[in-house]
């Protein structure tokens, strides 16, 4: 029974993460942060649903407090130029 609930636990965790960009809505995203570069003025995140790699750009003081390897939840804005720009960055 305890190795069927394990499994259950385990299950669980894979396909919320799978899905966690879609379930968290439209223009945000959930994953891991991978590299900061403060000279460009942006962020790059591995995407939790399509392991795909995104730039986000976000202001000096924001990347001033991200360290690489956190998971976070970030909400953005598409501008002009078709850049993505946080508006909102939540730690999970």
Not at 17 to 46: M, P, Q, S
Not at 53 to 82: I, M, N
């Amino acid at each position: 029974m305890r190795k069927l609930l394990m499994g259950v636990v385990v299950s669980l965790a894979i396909v919320s993460e799978g899905f966690a960009c879609t379930l968290a809505g439209e223009n945000k995203h959930i994953g891991r942060l991978l590299a900061v570069d403060a000279a460009a003025g942006e962020f790059v995140l591995l995407d939790a649903e399509t392991q795909r790699e995104l730039r986000f750009a976000a202001s000096p003081q924001l990347l001033d407090l991200l360290r690489p390897g956190r998971t976070v939840k970030v909400r953005y804005e598409e501008d002009e130029k078709g850049r993505l720009v946080t508006v909102a960055l939540t730690a999970i």
